[in-house]
């Protein structure tokens, strides 16, 4: 293993970040309070307490959506980091100097999905620090809570590095987070449990992977969940596997990389 | 010894179905300088790029050291240092922060001394702190380089090394290369230029059309080259060469007002001043004169026609018997 080179790129990357330090952190920090402001506080004011039983238990609504938003930013910020930070040396050219280094794939991916996966650790603990700030949060199952946190920052910068790999122009670089992932989160159930669906969307939705993702992810915080968090820990096992078999086939066919 | 860089049979077909290497054999000599010299996509860059890793070959192999470039690509890697023909550097970096990434990136421990050294060396060490995009081009030709000595490769490749790069930068640069040789660095470097590789290789290798098509000593190469020629410009406009020129094999412009003279640098006599007395004696007045060497071009084409029609004496034509 190069080492020295796995660190250097981690570093290289995360320094990016530093110096990109204000739309980096600021911008998910905004974005979840604004959250807050619309749907906690304006709309969440309306909606009785979630996931009780006639009216007794359950959670406000404005503590409900906390998973979601962290999903929601997590997802976004995972797949954009680690898809810029292999799309730009590509871009530029720099791309060569890791090509002609005495590094593998692996290790080269080691080094921006672990900045990648790194940046969105440090993103979701913000929005867990700034959404504490209006409202009373507790945590369930802190360890699984955990697992599915880590897990999904790793699967969907994999996710991410794959789609920089595979664009070749800022047009596919957006395409998938803003065609894909952004309807699938929301639809995902982010604001709502699918039991306010009408039937019919409720089966479609236990189509969309995400859901899942979200759902055990609430129930580390508070053991309301859609499906059983033992199913959502093995659909995100199986998108992270699915995810390691398109990179060993990357690596294997040196794609769109070597000439 | 055994060659530092071993090239058997190398051939390499771009996806486009673009063949640019051509069963490409070159054995390298520890310590050497050798100029690879072609014209524009000649297959240069496409050569280099194989044996450092950034293009796969489709047949032959390539050994560094003796290590195979695919099999064992770790160990052939980290004892080459590329200095890339396009300027392709990050933007926000530091000029120090580069160095000591790719320093890492070739698994080399950070040693800060090292990298002011070469910064030093390089006239960058004010630079240290600066953005790589503020950087003038020869700025960023001189990061590149310091970039592929960060982990002090044993061969050095120099893609086009000078193109965009002033007089000074030039000497200061060459002067860098034979401090390199004589640390025991070989060094492969790629021109357009004859004159750059007569100032510094020591061997010459002209790749032409994904062929190599000769490799040489370089002194050997530059006197079988050395043609050089006299354009002599007249004050007027002539219509033929005269009768009395017919001797000099001389070639007449197209709008009539120059005479082009092609003579052997390297030879006792070149016939110049016996020319011009003839011209003179022809009656015609000279505005001006100049030489110039033989360009790559024209070398080109005498290799290039060297190889592809063996010497057929019946069609070779001598104007000198015409003119007899
Ligand atoms: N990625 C590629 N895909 C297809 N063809 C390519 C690719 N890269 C280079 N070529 C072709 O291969 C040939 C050799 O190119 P190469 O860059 O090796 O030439 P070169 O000798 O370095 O030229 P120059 O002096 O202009 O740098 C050219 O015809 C070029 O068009
Ligand atoms: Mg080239």
Redo the contacts between chains.
């Keep these: 293993m190069?080492w020295?080179?796995i660190?250097?790129?981690y570093k290289?990357e995360m320094?990016?970040t530093r110096?990109t330090l204000l739309q980096s952190i600021a911008s998910p920090v905004i974005s979840t309070c604004l959250y807050f402001v619309v749907f906690g506080s304006a709309i969440g004011s309306r909606i009785q307490t979630v996931g009780g039983v006639d009216g007794q238990g359950g959670v406000s609504y404005g503590v409900f959506i906390v998973p979601g938003l962290m999903m929601l930013s997590l997802l976004t910020q995972s797949i954009s980091n680690a898809s810029f930070g292999i799309y730009f040396?590509k871009f530029?050219?720099?791309i060569?100097?890791?090509?002609?280094?005495?590094?593998?794939f692996f290790e080269v991916i080691i080094g921006y999905v672990g900045a990648a996966a790194t940046k969105s650790i440090i993103i979701g603990t913000i929005i867990l620090i700034t959404a504490s700030f209006f409202v009373d949060l507790s945590i369930a199952h802190p360890l699984w809570m955990l697992a599915f946190f880590i897990l999904t920052c790793v699967t969907f910068s994999l996710f991410g590095f794959i789609i920089g790999m595979w664009a070749d122009s800022f047009e596919k670089l957006q395409l998938i987070p803003l065609l894909v992932i952004t309807p699938l989160v929301f639809l995902g159930g982010s604001f709502y449990t699918i039991d306010m669906l009408p039937p019919l969307w409720q089966k479609i939705s236990l189509l969309n992977p995400v859901l899942y993702l979200i759902s055990g992810f609430r129930w580390s915080f508070f053991e309301l969940s859609d499906v059983n968090h033992g199913t959502s820990l093995i659909m995100v096992l199986a998108f992270l596997f699915i995810c390691l078999g398109i990179v060993w086939w990357m690596f294997k066919s040196?794609y769109k990389l070597?000439? | 010894m055994p060659p530092i860089v071993a090239i058997k049979d190398l051939c390499k077909t771009?996806?486009s179905g673009h063949q640019a290497l051509k069963n490409i054999n070159l054995d390298i000599k520890r310590g050497e300088i050798i100029a690879l010299l072609g014209p524009n996509g000649a297959g240069k860059t496409t050569l280099i790029s194989t044996i450092?890793?950034?293009?796969?070959p489709t047949s032959g192999t390539v050994t560094v050291d003796g290590h195979d470039t695919v099999r064992h690509?770790?160990?052939?890697?980290?004892l080459?240092g590329?200095v890339?023909q396009?300027l392709?550097?990050?933007?926000?970096?530091k000029v120090e922060?580069t160095l000591?990434?790719?320093?890492?990136?070739?698994?080399?421990?950070p040693d800060p001394a090292h990298i002011e050294k070469l910064l030093k060396q390089l006239s960058l060490w004010d630079k240290k702190d600066s953005a790589l995009m503020m950087l003038s081009g020869g700025m960023k030709r001189r990061v590149l380089i310091g970039?592929a000595l960060s982990h002090s490769p044993k061969v050095l490749f120099l893609d086009e090394p000078t193109a965009g790069v002033d007089v000074e930068l030039r000497k200061d640069m060459w002067k860098l290369v034979s401090d390199l040789r004589e640390s025991g660095v070989t060094i492969i470097l790629t021109t357009h230029y004859i004159e750059e590789a007569e100032e510094i290789a020591d061997r010459v290798g002209v790749i032409n059309n994904g062929e190599l098509l000769l490799v040489e000593d370089k002194n050997a190469l530059m006197q079988k080259l050395g043609s050089k020629q006299l354009s002599i410009e007249l004050r007027e406009a002539i219509s033929s060469i005269p009768e009395s020129l017919n001797t000099y094999e001389l070639q007449l412009s197209d709008n009539g007002t120059q005479l082009i003279y092609s003579y052997d640098v390297k030879s006792e006599r070149t016939g110049i001043t016996a020319l011009l007395q003839a011209v003179n004696k022809a009656g015609l007045q000279l505005k001006d004169l100049h030489t110039s060497q033989s360009s790559l071009e024209e070398i080109f084409v005498n290799l290039v026609n060297d190889r592809q029609t063996p010497p057929d004496p019946s069609k070779e034509t001598h104007p000198m018997k015409d003119a007899l």
Excluded: D, H, M, W
């Design positions: 190069n020295q080179a660190s250097v790129i290289s320094l990016r110096n040396p530029t050219g720099t060569y100097e890791i090509l002609s280094a005495p590094i593998s040196g070597r000439q | 771009y996806a450092c890793g950034i293009v796969s690509y770790r160990k052939t890697r980290s080459i590329l890339p396009e392709t550097l990050g933007a926000f970096e922060n000591a990434f790719s320093r890492g990136l070739f698994g080399k421990k970039k």
